[in-house]
């Protein structure tokens, strides 16, 4: 089936793409860090530590899907359950087989408008979703570049971390233009602009934004308790994927620290945020990798990728494949 939101060619192509990535880098892995005892790891887990560390990943997922509920009453609107499981799960297999996680937002943004979600409602709930997981950057960071400041010296490291850095400035920029200068960008581009079928539609897009942008603020300054129990669930959520990393440790038999485990997980989850391949595959693993060898040994490294992969990623694209299917079984025609 194909429609402006599903195109089966292009999600056949998309999962090429992560597997083939994900297939190499994990093969990279293997043969820069894997020994004989990694065979020995996979076979002998810690049972107990395996069923909590399902449990967790399962508290991540309930809780990213179900703050999208409370955002959307924040606005007025009601939204059901199982429409937050669509959104979340349906969006994280789109996201995981698109470049930059990409493919989710036109998806969630398809199921808003179903529904009666505005234009400018559904981008700003897709907005505020992603902009509070990012508020407890600019807190965590300095004490993580204090502590932790040799994750940051190699030149690999180094590198990703300039990429992010522009990449954030961009998208700092865009929105400071939206939210502080949205008139005088108007006017300019009517002046710039010469195509009158592309120049009747500007201050159509600008109303728009107007109306984002005051859903946006009311938010934060209006949204009530249904805006504190969004913020709440997020930070249930992020701190549930933050402690995947010592739950898969102890599971493969590292009694590491809980601490330094979390902060490398709260490191790694930044860093492929805005990664450009299909949910972050190769450049996870390998990240992954790189960051995580400082407090697990060599030969665990392998082991440890595969189950945080499956416990943060694969998991729940596998679920959300089943989510999307009933999705289009019932609301595409």
């Given at each position: 089936?194909?429609?402006?939101?599903?195109?089966?060619?292009?999600?056949?192509?998309?999962?090429?793409?992560?597997?083939?990535?994900?297939?190499?880098?994990?093969?990279?892995?293997?043969?820069?860090?894997?020994?004989?005892?990694?065979?020995?790891?996979?076979?002998?887990?810690?049972?107990?530590?395996?069923?909590?560390?399902?449990?967790?990943?399962?508290?991540?997922?309930?809780?990213?899907?179900?703050?999208?509920?409370?955002?959307?009453?924040?606005?007025?609107?009601?939204?059901?359950?199982?429409?937050?499981?669509?959104?979340?799960?349906?969006?994280?297999?789109?996201?995981?087989?698109?470049?930059?996680?990409?493919?989710?937002?036109?998806?969630?943004?398809?199921?808003?408008?179903?529904?009666?979600?505005?234009?400018?409602?559904?981008?700003?709930?897709?907005?505020?979703?992603?902009?509070?997981?990012?508020?407890?950057?600019?807190?965590?960071?300095?004490?993580?570049?204090?502590?932790?400041?040799?994750?940051?010296?190699?030149?690999?490291?180094?590198?990703?971390?300039?990429?992010?850095?522009?990449?954030?400035?961009?998208?700092?920029?865009?929105?400071?233009?939206?939210?502080?200068?949205?008139?005088?960008?108007?006017?300019?581009?009517?002046?710039?602009?010469?195509?009158?079928?592309?120049?009747?539609?500007?201050?159509?897009?600008?109303?728009?934004?107007?109306?984002?942008?005051?859903i946006i603020f009311n938010f934060f300054r209006k949204g009530g308790k249904n805006a504190l129990i969004a913020i709440l669930f997020t930070y249930v959520?992020?701190?549930?994927?933050?402690?995947?990393?010592?739950?898969?440790?102890?599971?493969?038999?590292?009694?590491?620290?809980?601490?330094?485990?979390?902060?490398?997980?709260?490191?790694?989850?930044?860093?492929?945020?805005?990664?450009?391949?299909?949910?972050?595959?190769?450049?996870?693993?390998?990240?992954?990798?790189?960051?995580?060898?400082?407090?697990?040994?060599?030969?665990?490294?392998?082991?440890?990728?595969?189950?945080?992969?499956?416990?943060?990623?694969?998991?729940?694209?596998?679920?959300?494949?089943?989510?999307?299917?009933?999705?289009?079984?019932?609301?595409?025609?």
């Amino acid at each position: 089936m194909e429609t402006g939101i599903i195109d089966k060619s292009k999600i056949k192509t998309g999962i090429k793409i992560f597997l083939i990535l994900t297939v190499i880098s994990l093969l990279v892995i293997l043969l820069l860090t894997g020994s004989k005892e990694t065979l020995k790891i996979f076979k002998h887990i810690a049972i107990p530590y395996f069923l909590l560390t399902l449990f967790i990943a399962l508290v991540f997922a309930y809780f990213n899907a179900i703050r999208i509920i409370y955002i959307a009453r924040s606005m007025g609107k009601n939204l059901s359950i199982l429409d937050s499981l669509y959104f979340s799960l349906g969006g994280n297999l789109l996201g995981a087989i698109t470049p930059f996680q990409s493919g989710g937002a036109p998806f969630q943004l398809y199921l808003l408008t179903k529904r009666s979600f505005s234009v400018a409602e559904s981008t700003a709930l897709i907005v505020i979703r992603g902009v509070l997981p990012a508020l407890i950057v600019p807190f965590a960071l300095p004490f993580v570049v204090f502590r932790y400041a040799s994750f940051f010296h190699s030149s690999a490291m180094k590198m990703i971390l300039f990429y992010l850095l522009i990449l954030y400035i961009i998208i700092i920029i865009i929105f400071l233009m939206i939210f502080f200068i949205p008139s005088r960008l108007e006017k300019f581009l009517l002046k710039v602009i010469k195509r009158e079928n592309i120049k009747e539609k500007i201050p159509k897009i600008f109303k728009s934004l107007e109306d984002f942008k005051l859903i946006i603020f009311n938010f934060f300054r209006k949204g009530g308790k249904n805006a504190l129990i969004a913020i709440l669930f997020t930070y249930v959520s992020l701190a549930a994927n933050f402690l995947l990393a010592p739950a898969i440790l102890y599971t493969i038999g590292l009694k590491t620290s809980i601490i330094d485990a979390t902060v490398v997980q709260f490191v790694l989850t930044y860093i492929i945020a805005f990664t450009p391949t299909p949910g972050a595959s190769g450049v996870a693993e390998l990240a992954g990798a790189a960051l995580f060898s400082t407090i697990c040994p060599k030969t665990y490294i392998p082991v440890y990728i595969v189950y945080w992969r499956f416990f943060s990623s694969y998991l729940f694209s596998i679920i959300g494949a089943f989510f999307l299917i009933d999705f289009i079984r019932k609301d595409i025609k």
